[in-house]
C-alpha cells in the first residue's frame, strides 16, 4: 500500500491478498560490522593506485549500487575486494560482476562474458514491470547467482519486510471488532491505499469492479473516493507511522495487490502475498479463490455481518499463545534468520558473501557454476486478477518484448560479441518480434 513498509507491524485487519587487520602498508583501517554475527570484516586502501600488493579475487558491482570505491571484505575465512571501479572490468583477478536488477542496461554489458571463468549474479527485490527481460529464462540463465524475492533464490529475499513473529501477534494496533461494528456508520468495511496506478496485475481495475458491490474507501492516488486526513498526507515514516497504522486499522478488510503477479514477489505493501506464508491457514482472503469481484463482495458481506466467522480470520490475534501462529514453514523460516536479517543493508551484505564464498570454492574448482532459470523470478505473463476482465495490451505486449530482449541479449553473448550498439539491438530485436521467434 503506497511506497511505505505497512508490513512491519501487523495491524488487526483481515487482509484480503493476491496471489579489518592486514599487514600491508596500504591498507589504512578496519572496520567490523555485525560484531554479534561475526560475518563481515572491513579492510580499506587508501586509493585505487595502491592496490598493488591485491591477492583476493575482486567482485566488481558492474551497476553502481553500494557506492563503494573499494575495499576488502572478510566473509567468514575468506577475503575478497568489492568495488564499483570498472577499471578493475579486466583485471586479472576479478571473478565476479553484481548487477542491480533494477539498474540492469542491456547495452551495456561486462563483454565479453568469457564462459565460465567469470561468475554473474543479479540482486533484486523490486517489482519485475521495472525490467520486463528479467522475466526470461534466456537473460535469466546469463547469471550464476540470485538473491530475488523468489523463495528458490540462492539468498532469498521472501519475507525481506516481515520483522518477526511478534509483528504479526502484537495487539499494539488491534482495534476489536465491536468497535469496528460500531465504526462502520462512518466508514466502509473495505480500504483501499495505493499510489501507483495501471500495473501489469490490473488491481484498480478489480477494485473499481470490486466497488460496485461493496462499499470502499479508496484513499491515494488511484480510484480515490476519499481524502487522507491531513496529518498522514507525508507521515515522516511513511505507511509505517503509527498514526497511519492505527487510522487504517480501524477497517475490517484492507485490499493489499501487489503491483506484478509473480509467485513470491512480496513489495513493503504485504509481508506475504501467497498462502504458503500465512500464519494460519485462515489468516487471509485470497481473491485467486472467486471467480469474480462480485462473488468476493457477496463472501465479505457475508463475513461482515458475522463477528465470529470474521474473527476466525485473526487466530494470530486472538487466539491462545500456542495457536496464534501454526504454519510451520513460517516459524522454521524466521527461526532459522538472525535478527540482523531483517535490515536490507544486511541482505545485502550476505549476498556479497555468498558470492565471495563461491567464488572461493570455485577457484579451488571444488563446485560447478550454477545457472539461473525462470524460477528465481517466476513471473509469467501479465493477467488479471478478475478472470472475466481482458487484459489491456500495454503490459503483455511489454512482457513479450522483454521475452524477445532476453533471447538478443543471450544470442549477442553466446556469439562472444566484445560489443554491440543500441542500433545493433534494435536491428536484431524488430527481426525477432517480425518473425515471432521468441
Not at 487471509?284 to 462473488?295: D, G, T
Request: proline share 5%.
Amino acid at each position: 500500500m503506497g511506497s511505505g513498509r505497512l508490513t512491519g507491524k501487523a495491524v488487526s485487519i483481515v487482509r484480503i491478498l493476491v496471489c579489518r587487520n592486514s599487514s600491508s602498508a596500504h591498507r589504512i583501517y578496519i572496520e567490523t560490522v555485525l560484531s554479534k554475527s561475526g560475518i563481515v570484516e572491513y579492510q580499506g586502501y587508501s586509493s585505487k593506485q595502491q592496490t598493488s600488493d591485491l591477492k583476493e579475487p575482486v567482485i566488481l558491482w558492474w551497476t553502481p549500487f553500494t557506492g563503494e570505491k573499494g575495499r576488502l571484505k572478510k566473509c567468514g575465512n575468506y577475503l575478497c575486494y568489492f568495488t564499483e571501479d570498472r577499471n578493475f572490468h579486466h583485471h586479472p583477478l576479478t571473478k565476479a560482476f553484481v548487477f542491480y536488477g533494477s539498474k540492469l542496461d542491456l547495452f551495456d554489458l561486462p563483454l565479453p562474458r568469457n564462459g565460465p571463468s567469470l561468475d554473474w549474479s543479479l540482486l533484486h527485490e523490486e517489482s519485475p514491470k521495472n525490467v520486463p527481460a528479467l522475466s526470461h529464462e534466456a537473460l535469466l540463465s546469463l547469471f550464476n547467482y540470485s538473491s530475488t524475492f523468489s523463495r528458490y533464490s540462492h539468498v532469498p529475499l521472501t519475507l525481506q519486510y516481515l520483522y518477526s513473529l511478534e509483528s504479526l501477534i502484537e495487539a499494539k494496533y488491534f482495534v476489536p471488532t465491536h468497535v469496528k461494528n460500531q465504526l462502520l456508520s462512518e466508514l466502509s468495511p473495505v480500504v483501499y491505499i495505493q499510489s501507483g496506478c495501471n500495473t501489469p496485475s490490473q488491481r484498480d481495475a478489480y477494485v473499481e469492479e470490486l466497488m460496485k458491490y461493496i462499499p470502499v474507501d479508496s484513499y491515494g492516488a488511484c480510484l480515490q473516493n476519499k481524502k487522507l486526513p491531513e496529518n498522514l498526507l507525508y507521515p515522516s515514516d511513511g505507511t509505517d507511522s503509527d498514526e497511519f497504522l492505527h487510522f487504517i486499522s480501524r477497517y475490517k478488510f484492507v485490499l493489499a495487490f501487489e503491483n506484478a503477479v509473480c509467485e513470491d514477489y512480496i513489495s513493503e505493501k504485504l509481508w506475504r502475498p501467497l498462502a504458503d506464508w500465512l500464519p494460519n491457514p485462515d489468516s487471509a482472503i485470497l481473491i485467486s479463490e472467486f471467480e469474480s469481484p462480485k462473488k468476493l463482495a457477496h463472501f465479505l458481506k457475508e463475513l461482515n455481518n458475522d463477528t465470529p466467522r470474521y474473527e476466525s480470520y485473526l487466530g494470530h490475534k486472538l487466539n491462545s499463545a500456542t495457536l496464534k501462529i501454526t504454519n510451520k514453514k513460517l516459524l522454521s523460516a524466521l527461526s532459522s534468520r538472525s535478527k540482523e536479517n531483517i535490515d536490507w543493508g544486511v541482505n545485502v551484505e550476505q549476498f556479497e558473501c555468498y558470492i565471495c564464498h563461491r567464488v572461493h570454492i570455485r577457484m579451488k574448482g571444488d563446485i560447478e557454476l550454477t545457472v539461473l532459470n525462470e524460477s528465481h523470478y517466476s513471473c509469467p505473463s501479465p493477467s488479471s486478477h478478475d478472470k472475466d476482465f481482458k487484459m489491456g495490451d500495454l503490459w503483455s505486449q511489454m512482457w513479450n518484448v522483454g521475452r524477445c530482449e532476453a533471447r538478443v541479449v543471450n544470442n549477442f553473448i553466446n556469439q562472444n560479441k566484445t560489443a554491440y550498439t543500441s542500433q545493433e539491438f534494435t536491428e536484431a530485436l524488430k527481426t525477432l518480434l517480425k518473425g515471432g521467434d521468441c
